[in-house]
């Protein structure tokens, strides 16, 4: 049941970005199947409504994975693939300069960065 709930739940995530571009759309003044068209387009770029169909899928495999494994798992996945191209230093650097972590999941992310070693990894 708990599983079924989680992968609910990660539908909810691209629901929610349609209906956001769906309603920005109507705003523009569109009706009927205009208003899905456009917003698939928006949310594809220059791939169009497929990138649009293929983005609401990223962001909801994201979404479960957040559920499923929770904001440290992912971060660390994050943190270890982006030390192949930079350094600790500006990957630090970035993390000061990122709106919307809070304090604990910084300091959490500065640490693993430091502890973190790419011949030997120890996390």
């Known amino acids: 049941m708990e599983k079924l709930l989680s ?7 691209p629901g929610l970005v349609l209906i ?3 309603a920005t759309a109507k705003a523009a003044g569109l009706a009927g199947g205009a ?9 594809g770029g220059p ?6 169909i293929a983005a609401l899928g990223v962001m909801g495999l994201a979404s479960l ?7 440290e798992f992912v ?4 943190i270890k693939n982006a030390l192949k191209t930079k350094s600790a230093e500006k990957l630090k650097n970035n993390i000061d300069n990122m709106r919307g972590l809070s304090k604990p999941l910084r300091l ?3 640490d693993y960065i430091e502890k973190y070693d790419e011949r030997n990894p120890t996390c």
């Not at 208003?35 to 949310?43: G, Q, S």
């Open 7 to 13: 992968k609910v739940a990660a539908l909810g995530v």
């Open 20 to 22: 956001v571009a769906m």
């Open 35 to 43: 208003v899905i068209t456009t917003a698939l387009a928006a949310l």
């Open 47 to 52: 791939i169009g409504m497929i990138g649009g």
């Open 65 to 71: 994975l957040f559920i499923e494994y929770g904001t």
């Open 75 to 78: 971060v660390k996945a994050v």
């Open 108 to 110: 959490k992310t500065k």
